[in-house]
């Protein structure tokens, strides 16, 4: 009995040394004091026993003692076995910062971290743009007719984007632009979503490109000419990114640029002779300035004596001799301007170089550090902008169409995807607004770019469908009076831009974080290429010690011994303390896969993508909570809330449990389940009361309805017809409906109104006759019938009004 004692006690022990990480020598002092205990109490084997077990972690665990004969041998190892990084690795590895994402990373994130990043919310001068300037421009635009009757934008709400600088929201105002905050161009870009191709226009220019690259590396040349021009669009610029050959690996840039010199007006100049082949560049058919990438060479050393000069960014103008642009692709769904760039032997003069000659061969860490922020914002941004407008949209149709003598919002098949397409766009607005936040705060969130590009465009890609599935005919039948199926059809573009998700997905989120939110693989890395064993044996010791803290924080956490300390409220607190305890298995299983698979780890992507499946969901749980904790909250609100986190948590249970099942190891799957899930899941999918809470309140006038549709386009006031105003008016007036729409059909249902009356209207005036209501109700009811059903009317044409060429139109006997 006492040996067992002991030998709990010594496990016991450990654990609690391990989820401290409190180092080797209170490790090695709980089985020495024990074993010497059973060898004073007469448990001589148990005593021996756990004196053999602190000898041993003395040995492998004191630096006097492991630098002797462990640490040479571990670095040598390491050095043969650890994955090769490439300068190009590294230069993506190292950009940007890390913040919330490394917290989560380590095991043991300090919610204070998270916290330290107030928000001060934008600024009045912000505020008022939003409401006027951003008002005006998406009151000029109708689905159809900037999809169908023009393949273009307006020209008045050109010039007016132009005049506002729309184009300027990043340039300082020294240099003519808005001087925006993150958060305040993510409201912008979320208020433009009502028409996406309005959202790109403005999004790119302000995200990676030309303006961005100038303010942060151009010369002060550079700046003074382009940054007034492009603010207020004098200068519409495109980035030459990718190509028939290079797309998702931008690496790969087959475009080159040799060095060279030519005769202009008898000077001779030396310049970059370009070849280049772009497609899919958004705005190049309009574009005034291209940014270019290509790959650099100087053959015959007219710069240094390097040949291989790297990938270089360039700015070219449009008027360039040789420059073959202004041809259009046809993206899916929407018009936006996007084309191809070409050009053979372009000469441009050696400053054309953003930046400089002395940025030549800086491309890549140019733009890799350029496009953490950008991702950020512009792509996340319009998938929220599109979920706000969706909750308005599908809530106030599913409220105003009745079926079956009922709203169809009454039905759970409709209740059930309305909630869900809300929880995403709730978790959307909280991930890209807190992270926006991050970026005002000077970060620069790599991981977490990859993160919101990948989930919230596919969460957009849900939101749609679910929002078509309640509308039913009326979204799938196109014309001016369909506000939702172009953007759906459109939305495989946010899919594919920016990173395709696929790529993001399976190589980024998890491939770039294991490394660099990582407490210590970098410095691994590092220790391993400077051929340090003193730096390698710090880093590979803090490691070992996060690995078993991991484990020992996740297994007791549980088995719901230990209370992590969490800053937030009774009703979030709970879901935090499970991020934490999760956080501790995720890193645990992350060391797990990276030891066990190697530099393998790379090829197996499905696993990689299920391991950035587990971060990413609780990113998003952790902005949720941040944001409902500094947020107003409403009625409804913490039902919605709920909702979110448990959709979250739970689908992070399942990435793990995937996890577990795919490890080539079955006997690592295994034991990683034991520790991380010792009584199993926690999480189900949410109950269907909250979804029934949820739909009810956003397909009523209700606070929470109102707070989801907050920054969007909601006033009757524009050029063109808003059907979110007019959704928002009849919900102001549909109690009282509701109320005669009862009366009405119990009254026909009792045989009181004529069998014949089958239209409302028809029903409505036999009522008024019978006097089963009064004159004013009648006149608001014909009033509001009227609306309902011109909401509900889908748009027809004539019949070879789609025909491009009347010519190869087919003649059908039945046509006259």
């Known amino acids: 009995m006492l040996s067992l004692l002991l030998l709990v006690l010594t496990v016991v022990g450990l654990i609690a040394v391990a989820r401290r990480e409190a180092g080797a020598l209170p490790a090695l002092a709980v089985p020495g004091v024990l074993g010497i205990v059973g060898l004073v109490l007469d448990a001589e084997f148990t005593g021996v026993l756990l004196l053999i077990i602190a000898a041993i972690i003395a040995a492998c665990g004191l630096p006097a003692l492991r630098g002797a004969w462990l640490s040479p041998r571990l670095f040598a190892m390491f050095k043969r076995m650890a994955p090769k990084v490439s300068e190009t690795e590294r230069t993506a590895l190292e950009a940007g910062s890390v913040a919330w994402d490394g917290e989560l990373f380590s095991g043991r994130p300090d919610w204070q971290q998270l916290m330290r990043f107030n928000d001060t919310g934008l600024s009045e001068e912000e505020r008022a743009f939003i409401d006027h300037q951003c008002s005006v421009a998406t009151g000029m635009c109708n689905a159809w007719d900037v999809a169908r009757e023009r393949a273009d934008l307006p020209g008045e709400l050109w010039d007016y984007l132009k005049k506002e600088r729309f184009f300027g929201m990043i340039i300082p105002k020294q240099y003519g632009g808005l001087g925006f905050s993150a958060k305040a161009q993510s409201a912008v870009l979320q208020k433009l979503a009502v028409n996406e191709t309005l959202m790109s226009t403005v999004g790119v220019p302000n995200s990676l490109g030309p303006g961005e690259l100038l303010l942060k590396y151009g010369t002060q040349e550079q700046k003074d000419h382009y940054l007034p021009r492009l603010a207020d669009g004098r200068e519409i610029p495109c980035f030459g990114l990718t190509g028939p050959r290079a797309g998702s690996d931008a690496t790969s840039i087959p475009d080159v640029g040799i060095v060279c010199k030519r005769e202009i007006d008898g000077e001779e100049v030396l310049g970059l002779c370009l070849t280049f082949n772009k497609r899919w560049i958004t705005l190049a058919p309009v574009a005034t300035v291209v940014g270019l990438a290509f790959r650099m060479f100087d053959p015959d050393h007219l710069l240094s004596d390097e040949e291989d000069r790297g990938i270089t960014c360039a700015l070219v103008p449009r008027d360039t001799k040789g420059m073959e642009i202004g041809r259009r692709h046809h993206p899916i769904g929407s018009p936006f301007m996007n084309g191809p760039i070409k050009g053979d032997n372009v000469f441009v003069p050696l400053d054309t170089i953003i930046g400089g000659h002395e940025m030549a061969g800086e491309g890549w860490r140019m733009l890799v550090e350029c496009l953490s922020v950008g991702r950020c914002i512009t792509l996340p941004s319009g998938a929220t902008g599109t979920g706000r407008y969706a909750i308005g949209w599908a809530g106030g149709f599913a409220r105003v169409r009745r079926q079956f003598n009922v709203p169809v919002a009454e039905m759970e098949g409709v209740q059930e995807p309305l909630a869900r397409l809300t929880a995403k766009a709730y978790i959307a607005q909280a991930a890209v607004y807190q992270t926006a936040n991050t970026i005002d705060h000077g970060e620069s969130p790599a991981v977490p770019s990859t993160i919101l590009k990948s989930q919230l465009t596919e969460f957009q890609r849900d939101i749609l469908a679910d929002a078509m599935d309640i509308h039913g005919g009326k979204a799938v039948t196109l014309g001016p009076r369909n506000y939702l199926g172009i953007g759906y059809s ?90 934490t305890r999760l956080s501790s298995a995720f890193s645990l299983c992350a060391d797990a896969a990276m030891a066990s698979l190697g530099s393998k780890l790379k090829q197996r992507e499905m696993l990689s993508a299920r391991l950035g499946d587990i971060l990413s969901n609780l990113y998003l749980v952790s902005m949720v909570l941040k944001q409902w904790h500094e947020g107003d909250k409403v009625e409804g609100e913490a039902e919605l809330m709920s909702y979110s986190c448990r959709f979250l948590l739970n689908r992070a249970e399942q990435a793990f449990i995937e996890v577990f099942d795919n490890l080539p190891s079955r006997a690592v799957g295994k034991t990683l389940k034991l520790v991380a899930m010792p009584t199993g899941r926690r999480w189900a999918r949410p109950h269907d009361d909250l979804s029934r809470a949820i739909a009810a309140k956003v397909s009523n006038d209700s606070a929470l309805r109102h707070k989801m549709l907050q920054g969007t386009w909601d006033t009757n006031d524009g050029v063109q017809d808003n059907p979110l105003a007019r959704y928002n008016a009849l919900l102001e007036t549909q109690e009282r409906a509701e109320v005669l729409y009862r009366q009405i059909n119990k009254a026909y249902a009792k045989g009181k109104l004529p069998i014949q009356a089958l239209h409302p209207e028809e029903r409505l005036e036999a009522a008024l006759a019978a006097e089963l209501i009064s004159t004013d109700d009648a006149d608001f009811m014909r009033k509001r019938e009227a609306e309902v059903l011109d909401m509900l009317t889908v748009d027809d044409f004539a019949f070879d009004a789609f025909v491009t060429d009347k010519d190869k139109a087919t003649q059908h006997d039945v046509i006259a």
Do not use: W
């Not at 290429?529 to 996060?546: S, T, V």
């Open 490 to 579: 459109a939305n495989p573009v946010a899919i594919t831009v920016e990173g395709a998700n696929i790529m993001t997905r399976n190589l980024m989120v998890f491939g770039q974080g294991a490394i660099r939110c990582h407490p210590y693989v970098l410095p691994e890395l590092a220790a391993k290429d400077a051929d340090d064993a003193k730096a390698f044996d710090k880093a590979f010791y803090g490691h070992i010690g996060l690995i078993f803290g991991n484990a020992a924080r996740a297994f007791s956490l549980g088995l719901g011994i230990g209370t992590p300390q969490v800053p937030f409220d009774e009703v979030a607190a709970p879901f935090a303390k499970d991020v």
